[in-house]
């Protein structure tokens, strides 16, 4: 086992966070019980906000960034986990108040990990990761709430091109949705029909402002982009509809009425999946498991070495990614 390794830290300079690469010796790893070789990471929007100081994400320093591995167990003074097993870690205050996985050995806490899911390989968990994985927790709290039947009514996904969108679409469609997708990227359309998107709307529709109540049309929505966005979802969502918020893309504040919820009893669900409890985990990687084709999620990926970080970061922040992206850690 080497020494040394290198990984992303965040550090603070003149009170500006920002991530760059440096040498870890096994030696400063945390003294939690399992030690892990990551084979994989992903790229996550809060990864770019960590990597390029652009959002408050690391909360000490130095900080490993990282939000998702996959690998193989070598140490573990756990009973829960054996050496050679294969493991999932998504979120759990990785790369916020916990060193993270870009880097070639950590050591976690038993609790944090699952075993892989079955039917994917590493680099497949990792294609799906906390964005694809965080989609499926939508969908289950879409479906909890008992939304219109697959079929009976459209289901929308902003920020579709994204990573969470992207596998939300996907999800959605697999299981008989009709779903309509927003994105600023007109380019990305044959990509989102080839991932079933039916319909497609400009994302400019939902940035203006509109009246609290709008024209019926949304059974469902799962919203990765927060703000304007999410109060046009709200108002034009159908009586008895919800809508799911997961994400900040186009920014936090929430500045909307309560006429959709007490005139039309639409719901607004909030899904955390930093720590989601591990029953809804694996439930949403079931549902992975169940309904994310292969196929599609090969087209949604680009695997990148972990030398490409800090290009990526800004990439992504600038809402330049396209679906998801596999960091190989290994590569540097
Ligand atoms: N709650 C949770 O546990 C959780 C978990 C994972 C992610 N998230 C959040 O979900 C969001 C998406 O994450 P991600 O990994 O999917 O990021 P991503 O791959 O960058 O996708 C975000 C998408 O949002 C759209 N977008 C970007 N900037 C926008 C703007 N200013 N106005 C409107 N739309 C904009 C773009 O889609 P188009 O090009 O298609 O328009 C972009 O591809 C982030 O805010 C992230 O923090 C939350």
Redesign the pocket.
Known sequence: MEKSFTAMVIDNVGGQTRGGFRKITMGELPDYDVLVEVAYSTL???DGLAITGKGRIARRTPMIAGVDLAGTVVESRSPKWREGDKVVLNGWGLSETEWGAYVRYQRVKPEWLIPLPNGFSMLEAMAVG??GY?SALCVDALERWGIAKPGKGEVIV????????SVAVALLSAQGYIVTA????PE?RDYLASLGATGFID?ADL?EKGPPLQKERWTGAID???ST?LVNLLAQTVRGGAVVA?????GADLNGTVFPHILRSVALIG????VAPIEQRLAAWKRLERDLDKSKLRMMTTVEPMSRLPQLAED?VA?R?RGRVVIDVASI
């Open positions: 996550n929007y809060k906390t964005a965080t902003t920020g579709a091109a994204g990573g969470v969108g927003s994105t600023g990227r990305t994302r940035l990765s982009v927060g966005t997961c994400g900040l893309a186009g899904v955390d999946s930093v992504i809402g990614i």
